[in-house]
Nanobody, 124 residues
Framework: QVQLVESGGGLVQAGGSLRLSCAVSGSFFHINDMGWYRQAPGKQRELVADISSGGSTNYADSVKGRFTISRDNAKNTVQLQMNSLKPEDTAVYYC??????????????????WGQGTQVTVPS
């Protein structure tokens, strides 16, 4: 069973920083892209940032210059460093990963996995 477990959310004042972390556990063959999404109350889930297995990154315009995504392939983790936080960053943040598992010796399967979410609150 593949699991993604997030940590690091909380309440922080505007202008402050938080660091989210997500660890992948279980049995798998390879992790492709990893990323962070967020969902604010009454809004759709949106991409915050993602990173390829080779380290290429992509950011939502709203977080460019403030957030940094990184990953440790040896530890199967992905982090999101969030600086200069704003009230509009308040949301539940979800870790996401595209993971390849071995179904049989002759068959691989690729699926998208999600963490349980961690709340980030920046009071106005």
């Amino acid at each position: 069973q593949v699991q993604l477990v997030e940590s690091g959310g909380g309440l922080v004042q505007a202008g402050g920083s938080l660091r989210l972390s997500c660890a992948v556990s279980g049995s798998f063959f390879h992790i492709n892209d990893m990323g962070w999404y967020r969902q604010a109350p009454g809004k759709q889930r949106e991409l915050v940032a993602d990173i390829s297995s080779g380290g290429s990154t992509n950011y939502a315009d709203s977080v460019k210059g403030r957030f940094t995504i990184s990953r440790d392939n040896a530890k199967n983790t992905v982090q999101l460093q969030m600086n200069s936080l704003k009230p509009e960053d308040t949301a539940v943040y979800y870790c996401n990963a595209e993971i390849i598992v071995i179904v049989t010796p002759d068959e691989l399967s690729k699926s998208t996995y999600w963490g349980q979410g961690t709340q980030v609150t920046v009071p106005s």
